[in-house]
């Protein structure tokens, strides 16, 4: 992480360039408090669990030192000097940044397996155009998520936004400097620059782009943390700070003391009782922002006193001049060196990880980043400097399109395998209920006979279908075109599959959940001759949340799941199905917390309870699917690390399995009046879930079937659903 040049070079540069006088040492030690708290943080440090607000101190940083500069210089010249400002910035940042990220690409693309290899390669090629940040916004990473392999490049958030930020930052000053000179004339006026329409301009940021960043951490929390428009107040924040540093520099020494050591117990605070698991940025985000707002502020008038000088102590100050390489450094190498070693870190060995990268850091900013900041000839030419950081920029994305190009496809090397064949009897109409429990034994003990020939295999077949590597495309197909709804979209299209003329309807209902069963279903439904009618909204649960809040009626408003649960259910009302099967994620309360729902507490059981009841009222009968085992790990990824060990990537059914819950949910779906099926002997032996079964891969990620696998199970489904029908 960089911030303007508030620390001093390296002991060798300082005897030939003096320190400027409006160096500020607790700045440099402040920069360096902050790279340790994130440091804690990435390497789970027992008390660090909130050093992810490091980014915040260090963009309100950033925003006080750029926007002084940038001030001290249009209020004396009327504008600012872009190409200067520019070179500064590339040659510092650019080559470091590039040079390291062709490191990470290489080695990811060596270390990682190519499933994982892919998208971290086109991470580094999007990082390496400072546009990394709403690169992860696009593929909806989730900073905080343990559940899936982070990327190594995933800490170029941060360089994405202070490039965005450098690059907006003066052309935002001079336009409004610009907008004063031209008043002042049309006025008559001394062209003179007061901070009061500058100190407007940041409020106006700050207000917005905070309302922006509260509003997008509810309803697309990618963005809120990645993206400059909900980060842009911590740096207004700091701006609005240097332009109001003449006030804070007449506080009192004892006022400025009791301020200083206040923000700096509120950062500690902040570190310490912040937790990954609560919305993040939100309002939390005020606590750091306040606590580096009162540092800064107490150094204005007393920056080697109080706090200060704890902050100015040199071991601190070195710390700070390292945090840029040291931060570019530490996250890869804690990713990356489980790869190396062959199983997850402990603690000491993250520590040992975090000391080995802090020395290739020092290394890298005596050999690289020094020379580079302060080469006189490229100090005398900003042109220069910025094709430096032009040729190392576009060097390092080449490199990345290169190696993108050279990562192996990942196939199973191991035996064919004949796919598994299930087949399932029909009992005839006006047959006995015994008659069809004993077809939906039949099926299921298929299953369980393929499932138990399936524990223990080694080698992923040659023959996998899907292959690993395409399973990503398919987990794009889960929307059907358009069938099932996208979080953010509104109604629900008529998607009839099957005969659709025909005067049994079968309704699918529920999340992506429902959308993986859709290939199951769509072949019974031909089979059987029904009209088959999927209704699935992402992201949404089809149990309606307990109470309504003001968060939740924001939320609503973009995302519309209220909405889209009246009108599919008015919409069964008024066609009769003959059966409505419910289908859906347990994740709601654990993997996210915008619902107000948290699978199988009593709020979630009493609105599956009313579901059942309402959808019951329609004339249909009801059959509710219990959950998929839970893997809590991307499945297609674990394989293509272990193509000669299937057995690293299976399942163990008292993990992966909530039989208290499902035993729950079964209890509340008869409360309602319909039917509970738990499918987990589709899925697991007693004690074991394989992950590939004959030859079919069974997850497309940590959550969702295979197409394949589910249509392999159209005869269970069928089964139960012809179950369900008969049951009176």
């Known amino acids: ?39 804690g943080f990435h390497a789970e440090v ?114 994405g936004v202070e490039e965005q930020f450098y690059l907006l930052w003066p052309p935002m000053i001079i336009g409004t400097a610009w907008l004063i000179r031209r008043w002042r004339r049309s006025n008559n006026a001394e062209t003179t620059y007061s901070k009061r329409p500058f100190l407007v301009l940041l409020w106006l940021i700050t207000i917005g782009s905070f309302a922006i960043s509260l509003l ?72 750091p922002m ?33 945090s840029y390489s040291w931060y570019l450094w530490h996250w890869p190498f804690l990713v990356l060196a489980p790869a190396v070693v062959g199983h997850p870190l402990g603690l000491i060995g993250r520590l040992a990880m975090v000391v080995l990268s802090g020395v290739v850091g020092a290394l890298t900013l005596r050999f690289l980043e020094n020379p580079l900041r302060y080469a006189p000839p490229l100090r005398r030419s900003p042109l220069g400097s910025i094709a430096v950081g032009g040729i190392a920029t576009a060097m390092a994305a080449c490199v990345g399109v290169a190696v993108l190009d050279r990562i192996p496809t990942p196939i199973g090397h191991g035996a064919r395998v004949a796919p598994v064949t299930i087949t399932a009897t029909i009992p005839p109409a006006g047959a006995p209920i015994e008659a069809y429990d004993s077809a939906v034994n039949q099926v299921f003990g298929q299953v369980q006979a393929a499932l138990g020939a399936s524990v223990g295999l080694k080698a992923v077949p040659s023959n ?42 079968v309704a699918l209902i529920g999340d992506s959940t429902s959308a ?23 992201a949404c649960s089809v149990i309606e949340a307990p ?102 990537c299976e399942l163990h059914r008292a993990t992966a399995v909530n039989e208290s819950g499902i035993a729950a949910e079964s209890a509340a779906t008869a409360a309602g009046g319909g039917q509970y099926n738990d499918l987990t002997d589709l899925f697991c032996t007693t004690d074991l879930c394989p992950v590939i079964v004959g030859n079919t891969l069974v997850y497309m990620d940590e959550t969702h079937a295979t197409f394949e696998y589910s249509r392999q199970l159209a005869p269970a489904m069928g089964a139960l659903a012809d179950r369900a029908l008969a049951r009176n």
């Open 216 to 287: 997008a951490t509810y309803v697309v929390p990618a963005a809120a943390y990645f993206s400059l428009p909900t980060r842009a107040w911590d740096l207004s924040i700091g701006g609005l700070l240097a332009l109001t540093a003449d006030r804070w520099r007449r506080l009192s020494p004892r006022a400025a003391a009791i301020t200083g050591w206040s923000g700096l117990a509120l950062l500690l605070l902040a570190c310490n009782q912040l937790t990954a698991g609560m919305r993040y940025p939100g309002t939390a985000a005020l606590l």
């Open 290 to 322: 306040l606590g580096t707002a009162l540092v800064l502020a107490a150094g204005c008038a007393l920056p080697s006193l109080g706090c200060g000088r704890v902050l100015a102590w040199s071991p601190m100050r070195a710390i700070g001049r390292l």
């Open 516 to 538: 993986m069963l859709i290939p199951a279903f769509q072949q019974v439904a031909e089979q059987r001759h029904w009209r088959l009618e999927p209704m699935g909204k992402g």
């Open 46 to 159: 027992p008390g660090a669990g909130g050093g992810f607000v490091g980014p915040d101190v260090f963009f309100i940083i950033s925003g006080f030192v750029i926007t002084g500069q940038l001030w001290r210089e249009v209020s004396k010249t009327g504008t600012i000097k872009l190409r200067p400002f520019y070179g500064a910035r590339a040659r510092r940042l650019l080559p470091v940044s590039a040079a390291i990220g062709v490191v990470i690409v290489i080695a990811s693309a060596i270390l990682l397996p190519p499933l994982q290899a892919r998208p971290v390669v086109g991470d580094g090629i999007a990082c390496a155009l400072y546009v990394g940040n709403y690169w992860f916004i696009l593929r909806g990473v989730d900073y905080f998520a343990t559940h899936v392999p982070p990327s190594p490049f995933q800490h170029y958030w941060t360089l």
């Open 547 to 648: 109470a309504s809040t003001l968060l939740r009626n924001v939320v609503e408003h973009f995302k519309h799941c209220e909405q889209w649960r009246s009108e599919i259910v008015a919409r069964l009302h008024a066609e009769h199905p003959q059966l409505v099967v419910v289908s859906m994620w347990r994740g709601y309360g654990v993997s996210e917390s915008l619902s107000g729902l948290r699978s199988y507490d009593p709020d979630w059981l009493d609105g599956l309870t009313r579901l059942v009841r309402d959808l019951r009222g329609t004339g249909a009968k009801v059959l509710v699917l219990g959950p998929v085992p839970d893997p809590r790990f991307v499945v297609p990824l674990c394989l293509s690390a272990n193509l000669d060990d299937v057995t690293a």
């Open 1 to 39: 992480m960089h911030q303007a040049d508030t620390g001093s070079p390296t002991k060798e540069v300082q005897s030939r360039r003096p320190t400027p006088k409006d160096f500020r040492p607790d700045i440099e030690g402040l920069r360096g408090f902050t790279l340790l708290a994130i440091l």
């Open 464 to 505: 996998l279908t899907p292959s690993l590597a395409d399973t990503p495309a398919e987990k794009g197909a889960l929307y059907f075109n358009g069938c099932l709804r996208n979080p953010f979209q509104t109604g629900q299209p008529e998607c009839a599959m099957g005969d659709v003329g025909s005067a049994t309807t």
